[in-house]
């Protein structure tokens, strides 16, 4: 059957029931969390588009999986099956869990700093990841290629190294003040952007070439082979097993959210290839931040789940919804002039605020001014994804300006239909016909790092 978009590879058999407010009730919850959505209540909510992480259904055989689970405190049957999954598709031998993506991060930042003046390069850091680097002592440089900053301009992988400048970097710096390459897959802040196998092999081979250790951040993995497998034509005919192979062959270490690719509700990984002696220095660390080695943060349910999860997660059909749903609700935002990351990446669909409100200068918030109006004409939660969320400079302290300024509306898996993505799209339509009309912001309160999850905020005068 020939279809433009796929319809849901699976069947509803349990149904929670949504939440509707009055404007009213919205006006009054977002003056009471300082207008940062993140404060706002779930029930409070219509569409929940804030994150795709751990906000995705789990499948009949994952609850199933559930019931087998070994709660051991140490060398539990459930950690060796998933030690096994893990395994099977990455070809890694060593495997530590984490509560989730930034328990990997702290675990590993920590474990390769030992001096001042280290720096990761990525082709784009995401926000924990940045802060973990910055926690740790070091720095983080990005360095993704400029066609990513070209919204309206499609490329079929704007997650890419700029290779030159990445050589230039590690010339710079020093290839001994070099921590690690961070190979971010897909590229969330780029607009979950993927990254092709071809820049990934010649980044790896500058990585080998100077002797740096090459890190996967592969929280989307699977969709990153996917859309390999359907842009780049060297890999049309590959699996998206041999696909995700090829990837982790170019890495020495893998790290992930299993919340996203692993489509469980909380959990993480930290996998090393063959390096045993990073594997002891992080194996260390995790005893007294996340748990025994064979747990870490996850319970016995959650590493059962998650090795069924790691499996489905791979499978075309799922993969084909996934990227279709997004696909669909940026097309429809387009149909209405709305300017977004073009093409749609895998996990979400990212608004150009910057150039949809020219008439809000970066420095009050372009985006999260967007975020705030959404919930407040329909009740749907979003996230920027721009200068509120980028913060200020670690040594200076003063505000960063981010070369983007997206509003993310991230699709969870497995969890909304396209009648849901329909509304989105109505009342960003409607918001569309009034935009001008849309206010800038400021910051009143806010922590030293990450400020975007707990900060305040007040419109301007």
């Known amino acids: 059957m020939d279809r433009k978009y ?28 300082g207008y940062n959505v993140f404060a706002i209540k779930s029930d409070d909510v219509y569409i929940d588009l804030l994150t795709d992480s751990g906000t995705g259904a789990m499948s009949d055989a994952q609850w199933g999986a559930m019931m087998i689970a070994d709660e051991a405190y140490a060398g539990s049957r459930s950690y060796y099956r998933l030690k096994a999954v893990v395994e099977e598709i990455t070809g890694y031998h060593y495997l ?10 702290q675990v590993l930042m920590g474990s390769l700093i030992h001096r001042e003046g280290m720096v990761f390069i990525s082709n784009s ?19 993704v290629i400029e066609a ?3 919204t309206q301009t499609p490329h079929p992988f704007k997650g890419n190294f700029d290779v030159a400048k990445l050589e230039r970097l590690i010339l710079e710096k020093g290839p001994e003040n070099i921590a690690g390459i961070i190979y971010t897959i897909t590229n969330n802040s780029m607009g979950g952007q993927p990254v092709s196998l071809e820049n990934l092999t ?19 993995y699977a969709e990153n082979a996917f859309f390999i497998q359907q842009r780049e034509a060297a890999y049309c005919d590959w ?50 931040m996340e748990g025994f080695p064979t747990y870490g943060g996850m319970s016995g349910r959650a590493m059962d789940a998650l090795a069924v999860g790691l499996k489905e997660a791979l499978e075309v059909p799922y993969l084909t919804h996934r990227t279709d749903q997004i696909r669909y609700l940026a097309d429809r ?3 209405s002039g709305i300017p977004v990351q073009t093409p749609p990446g895998g996990h979400a669909v990212f608004i150009d ?28 939660r979003a996230v920027e994804i721009g200068s509120f969320l980028l913060g200020n400079d670690p040594d200076t302290h003063e505000p960063l300006i981010s070369p983007t300024e997206f509003v993310r509306l991230t699709i969870p898996r497995r969890t909304y239909t396209y009648r849901h993505l329909d509304d989105v799209a109505d009342a960003l339509s409607a918001i569309h016909a009034r935009k001008e009309t849309l206010k800038g912001l400021k910051v009143v309160k806010e922590p030293a790092v990450l400020r975007h999850f707990t900060a305040q905020l007040a419109y301007l005068d």
């Not at 530590?96 to 991060?105: I, S, Y």
């Open 353 to 380: 605020a910057k150039a949809w409100l020219p008439h809000i200068p970066q420095t009050a918030f372009p985006a999260q001014s967007v975020v705030i109006e959404l919930y407040l004409e329909a009740g749907i």
């Open 202 to 220: 010649a980044v790896s081979k500058i990585a080998k070439k100077y002797g740096i250790l090459r890190i996967m951040d592969g929280a989307r």
């Open 6 to 33: 796929r319809a849901e590879p699976y069947r509803i058999k349990m149904v929670e029931a949504i939440k509707e407010t009055t404007r009213h009730d919205r006006e009054e919850a977002l003056k009471r969390v």
């Open 239 to 288: 699996t998206i097993q041999d696909i995700a192979r090829a990837q982790f062959d170019l890495a020495d270490v893998f790290m992930m959210s299993a919340k996203k690719d692993g489509l469980v509700n909380m959990g993480g990984l930290l996998v090393i290839k063959d390096n045993q002696s990073l594997f002891e220095a992080c194996q260390v660390r995790v005893v007294p």
């Open 333 to 335: 935002l387009q149909a």
């Open 96 to 105: 530590l869990p984490v509560h989730q993506g930034r328990g990997a991060e």
């Open 125 to 143: 850091h995401f926000d924990t990841t940045r802060a973990h680097v910055e926690l740790a002592g070091a720095r983080a440089l990005d360095c």
């Open 148 to 150: 990513a900053f070209d």
